[in-house]
């Protein structure tokens, strides 16, 4: 998978991503609000309810009372008797009993007199002992007017029964007797019964020693209540029947968890309490959470069908987006070549020209300009290339930053190349209203049927490579505007596969040797050095022996170069070193350094690892750099790798100074020694005044800020005595000698030293 396809995955990716996180969080947030709610409810309708259950209770409490205080008054017609005062025996108070038992409220079952020492007897003739029961005692002992008791089995008709007891009173104050009525459990739960407050909590009375005197569940009635659950173990009627008051959780008989509101009966010993059941408590609660939940989920459902719904809309956008560039409008690229490639399929068999088109140096437009100019070129081009396309039936699209493509069905090569003409013009003329130095380049390749280099079955692909291939072979000429893909440039592509494909074995094989071209002093036509320059003799008979300038564009498009350079530098080191065990003559050597390198110390401790192997004086070295685009961190690497050089006492040159876009300020900026000029300087028309003046500026220049100068490619005797006459220090070229293999140069040196 290309680079491209990966980051176009990477970044749909992180879109669906966003969004997905998105929908996360607001789902997050909506769960937590929702939380927080049924959290408020939840505490609400709790608080509301203990509320409640508490004022219940407290109602419960106070018929309790009034109830035990009805019976108390109406057992007081019994005990304010003054008959039955007066009378002096027992016997005689049982008589009247049973002569007035008809007397007695519905509810009390028997009617019973005790005196002080507990001896009592019954309405229904039963004489027993109740000196022992606490309300007895109660009366009796504590001083209290009256007291209840129970559940108890009743000693005079063996039922369960609760005792309501008051005291009997002589006239003069003093207690006479105890006279009680029992109630039956059965009754008093009738009465109860009736109480029932709103059909709410379940109301109990606990009697004496925990057990219930009064219960919603006939079955505990005159027992008390244990818990068969040990966590609530504790929280029977025993214990409630002690604390008498507040609100306890526990468990009921049925297993359900309950909460018991509790509060004493006023002036008993007993509690009267209501349970509530924590289900129904809730049950409003649960409820209202379910319609929460409902109602989350329904919203997260939503938001996740949205979520979808935009990350298909997104989708689409970027389906648009990868259709058409949204600057121009036009087709990109890979839109493009699926149309030209249909196109290729349906007119199989018609003649096509396919073309490439981009514009010199764009991206010193974009530094120097701006953008927004940078923009208005592309759009100005996109424009008239697209109305052009239309008028004549092609296609077009654009790629990577300033590349243009267009296809169309041709007649001949000559009418295509004569529309062409015509196309660049107009192209030229539409932007010149920018008036900016912008300067397109169209690389052009066939399809033709009838031609056998042009026939072969080629893929879009195939061809944009050609177009592109042949717009590279334009390179700065500023007069060339466009070339067409040739057999040469086919042939030439396969050289350069080929290069590929031997450079590693060439140079375990030792395939690449090194040439001197020496370096000659204007004054006195002495040698003062010599530069290393490469050479491969290939084994491979397609390739044979090469010049640098067939191989090094190569290595420096797949960064061999950087390994090459080393072996380079080797070799120089070695041969230097064999010259002095020799006893021969020595002269400085310049060794090339390529672009490439990129970390200055990374570069400067390798070549000085390297060198120190060979004992050689550092001064016997000097290093070519090439100058490069001005621009600051390019300027910083010269600055560092030169003082690093220096520090280990090499000489450094500027190799082609004047061919690229140097500045006079890198110049300042970067300490070399030496100056080589670009050999084109003596290319152009030497005869002309101003180019004499130029390179007297030239080595002036340099004279002025203390460098050597030097000439490359001096080839005649006029070259080389105008340089003489401007005092130029140096030349190198072909006038003197060409590049000399090892043995030569030796020869050479002992003859010019
Ligand atoms: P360069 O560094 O500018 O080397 C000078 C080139 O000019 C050499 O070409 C040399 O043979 C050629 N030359 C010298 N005098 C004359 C002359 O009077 N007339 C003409 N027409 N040419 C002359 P060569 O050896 O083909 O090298 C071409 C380029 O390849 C070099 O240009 C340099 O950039 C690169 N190169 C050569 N050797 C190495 C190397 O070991 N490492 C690196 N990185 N690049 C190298
Ligand atoms: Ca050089
Ligand atoms: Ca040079």
Not at 159 to 180: I, P
Request: aromatic content about 12%.
């Amino acid at each position: 998978m290309d680079k491209h396809k990966i980051l176009h995955l990477t970044h749909k990716m992180a879109k669906y991503v966003c969004f997905f996180v998105s929908g996360i969080i607001v789902t997050t947030f909506l769960i937590c609000v929702a939380i927080k709610c049924l959290r408020l409810i939840k505490a609400n309708s709790e608080k509301s309810s203990k509320q409640a259950s508490e004022m219940l209770v407290h109602e419960y409490e106070l018929i309790s009372k009034y109830l035990f205080e009805g019976a108390c008054s109406e057992l007081k017609q019994f005990s304010r008797n003054r008959t039955l005062l007066s009378l002096k025996t027992k016997q005689e108070k049982q008589k009247w009993f049973v002569d007035h038992i008809a007397d007695r409220p519905d509810f009390f079952h028997n009617i019973i007199y005790s005196d002080l020492n507990g001896d009592a007897i019954a309405a229904n003739n039963v004489e027993f002992n109740i000196a022992d029961r606490t309300y007895f005692k109660q009366i009796v002992y504590e001083g209290r007017k009256d007291a209840i008791g129970g559940p108890v089995d009743s000693r005079a008709t063996g039922e369960k029964v609760v005792v309501v007891a008051q005291g009997m009173y002589n006239l003069d104050g003093t207690l006479n007797g105890v006279v009680c009525a029992t109630v039956k459990l059965s009754t008093l739960v009738g009465l109860t019964e009736k109480l029932q407050i709103k059909n709410e909590g379940r109301f109990f009375i606990i009697g004496d020693e925990g057990k219930f005197v009064c219960h919603y569940d006939e079955n505990y009635l005159g027992k008390d209540y244990q818990p068969n659950n040990s966590k609530y173990a504790d929280f029977g009627s025993v214990f409630f029947s002690r604390v008498r008051r507040g609100v306890f959780n526990t468990i009921s008989s049925e297993g359900r968890e309950i909460s018991v509101y509790l509060e004493p009966i006023e002036r008993t010993d007993w509690t009267c309490g209501i349970t509530v059941d924590k289900q129904n408590l809730l049950h409003t609660y649960t409820q209202l959470r379910h319609g929460v939940v409902s109602v989350i989920f329904v919203t997260i459902i939503l938001i996740l069908f949205l979520t979808g719904i935009s990350a298909i809309f997104v989708n689409r956008t970027n389906l648009w987006e990868s259709y058409f560039d949204p600057l121009t409008n036009l087709w990109t690229r890979p839109k493009f070549e699926k149309e030209a490639q249909l196109m290729l399929e349906k007119f199989n068999g018609s003649r096509f020209a396919v073309m490439e088109i981009d514009f010199r140096g764009f991206k010193f437009i974009n530094q120097s300009f701006g953008n927004k100019d940078a923009d208005k070129v592309l759009t100005i081009c996109a424009d008239t290339l697209l109305a052009r396309c239309k008028r004549t039936g092609a296609i077009c699209g654009r790629g990577y930053a300033d590349h243009f493509y267009a296809m169309g069905k041709i007649e001949t090569v000559m009418d295509f190349m004569t529309d062409l003409e015509d196309a660049v013009n107009e192209m030229e003329n539409e932007l010149a209203v920018l008036d900016l130095p912008v300067y397109p380049k169209y690389g052009i390749t066939f399809v033709l049927p009838e031609k056998q280099f042009y026939n072969d079955q080629k893929t879009i692909r195939d061809l944009i490579g050609e177009a592109s291939y042949a717009k590279g072979t334009i390179k700065e000429n500023l007069l060339l505007r466009y070339a067409v893909f040739s057999r040469a440039m086919e042939e030439a592509i396969e050289r350069e596969q080929r290069i590929e494909r031997h450079m590693e074995k060439a140079l375990d094989r030792g395939e690449f040797y090194v040439m001197y071209q020496p370096k000659i002093g204007l004054h006195d036509d002495r040698i003062k050095g010599a530069e290393a320059l490469v050479r491969w003799n290939s084994s491979n008979p397609k390739l044979g022996n090469l010049s640098p300038g067939d191989f090094v564009p190569v290595f420096e498009r797949n960064g061999f170069i950087v390994k090459l350079d080393f072996e380079v530098y080797e070799m120089v080191f070695k041969f230097l070193r064999a010259q002095i065990d020799a006893g021969n003559p020595v002269v400085p050597i310049s060794v090339n350094m390529s672009r490439n390198h990129s970390n200055p110390d990374r570069f400067v401790k390798e070549f000085v690892r390297r060198f120190s192997k060979y004992d050689i004086p550092p001064e016997l070295i000097e290093i070519e750099i090439l100058e490069r685009a001005a621009t600051e961190g390019d300027s910083y690497n010269l600055i560092r790798v030169t003082e690093k050089l220096h520090q280990h006492g090499f000489t450094v040159a500027m190799d082609d100074f004047g061919s690229g876009q140097s500045s006079l300020n890198m110049l300042n900026e970067v300490p070399i020694d030496v100056l080589k000029f670009d050999q084109n300087f003596l290319r152009r028309d030497e005869s002309k005044q101003s180019h004499q003046k130029m390179i007297t500026t030239l080595i002036d220049l340099g004279k002025q800020l203390n460098k050597r100068t030097l000439f490359e490619g001096v080839e005649t005797v006029e070259q080389r005595d105008m340089l003489k006459n401007l005092d130029c220090d140096q030349v190198q070229g072909y006038f003197y000698s060409k590049p000399l293999f090892e043995k030569d140069f030796v020869d050479f040196v002992k003859g010019h030293i």
